[in-house]
């Protein structure tokens, strides 16, 4: 990719990231010692899979914390100006940003949903994220949510009714403040249930 065609702006990128980390604290909350997520691996902070070989003492400070969210964002959006060669929103970064996180840059390269995307497909593209809600082989509550809301974020500027939604909360110049309470407003406004 060259710098005439950049796929998203600093300024851009940047409030995407302050979305994506909020959505992210949204769905994995903060645990301070070691867990196992639901596919089964070592995690911890706010979903921080600790790789093999890597040291992370347990328990770890919400600095620290906030730290392993920061760099694991970092990485992710590296993966998706890899792979995603299409002009994304705010939006639609950050609800890519919450997926790549949750499922891996690997699952992301040979998705449909990327297939779709890089086709300038972006209804067809959304409509992908609800098929990613099994881990362990077991169709899980959380991922469906997750999914609905990543969904929905991604097409809250490309659907009408969900921007004219968006601007009279007042979100359209500075979509970062009060993100999740849109997001939960945009899905009981579709008919999807999150708690």
């Given amino acids: 990719m060259t710098a005439d065609n950049t796929v998203i702006s600093n300024k851009r990128s940047g409030e995407a990231t302050a979305i994506a980390k909020d959505l992210i604290k949204e769905f994995e909350g903060l645990r301070l010692t070691q867990y196992k997520c639901s596919g089964g691996m070592p995690t911890i902070g706010y979903g921080h899979v600790i ?10 400070t919400e600095a620290q914390a906030e730290a392993l969210l920061d760099q694991d964002v970092k990485i992710v959006q590296a993966a998706l100006r890899c792979y995603c060669h299409v002009p994304l929103t705010p939006f639609q970064e950050a609800a890519l940003i919450s ?28 409509d992908e994220f ?24 991604f097409l809250t500027e490309v659907e009408p009714e969900t921007t004219r939604l968006v601007q009279r909360k007042g979100y359209s110049s500075s979509p970062v403040f009060g993100i999740i309470a849109v997001v939960k407003t945009l899905c009981h406004k579709l008919g999807v249930h999150i708690t």
């Fill in 51 to 60: 790789r093999k070989n890597e040291q992370v003492a347990s328990p770890v």
């Fill in 99 to 126: 997926f790549i996180f949750n499922l891996g840059a690997g699952a992301f390269q040979s998705s449909t949903l990327r297939q779709k995307l890089n086709r300038s497909e972006y209804i067809l593209a959304a």
């Fill in 130 to 153: 609800p098929k990613w809600v099994h881990a362990g082989g077991r169709k899980l509550h959380g991922l469906v949510r997750r999914r609905a809301v990543e969904r929905n974020l």
